[in-house]
């Protein structure tokens, strides 16, 4: 029952993932489903200030992506990923900088961010149509 990336971390709505394996069964769509649903993986490191004020805005977007669904889990997964404690993965997935946010479609890394974004951003990010 450790909480995930110490104190202050609010991690609300993100599934934490510690695999590709975790990746994948979180991103897997509902039996029958076309494949596996867009996500933003959250990489974030124990103790970078960044991530702390990124934390709570991802929760919000999370909230905000499951509120305009029309059926649950229709929406973009929202995952989470220490990447002090996984480097092996956070390195397949091409991040060299905490905080990141990596988009997937169909399981695959299309978009990277770093850095501070506004919930705005995010927002528009994890939602635009696949390119």
């Known amino acids: ?65 499951r509120a305009r669904a029309a059926v649950p889990d229709e929406g973009p997964a929202f995952l989470a990923l220490n990447s002090k404690d996984h480097k092996d993965v956070s390195d397949g997935l091409e991040v060299k900088e905490v905080p990141a946010f990596v988009l997937l479609e169909e399981g695959k890394p299309t978009a990277q961010w770093k850095g501070v974004v506004s919930e705005e951003d995010l927002l528009r990010l994890v939602t635009a149509p696949p390119a």
């Not at 971390?9 to 069964?25: H, P």
């Not at 489903?33 to 919000?60: D, E, H, N, Q, W």
Request: hydrophobic fraction near 35%; aromatic fraction near 4%; charge should be positive.
């Open 1 to 65: 029952g450790e909480a995930g990336g110490g104190p202050g971390y609010s991690k609300a709505g993100l599934t934490e993932v510690t695999s590709r394996e975790s990746i994948d069964a979180a991103i897997a769509g509902p039996p029958g489903s076309a494949g596996p649903r867009r996500a933003l993986i959250f990489v974030y490191g124990p103790t970078c200030r960044a991530c702390k004020i990124m934390s709570p805005r991802v929760s919000r977007v999370a909230a905000a992506c």
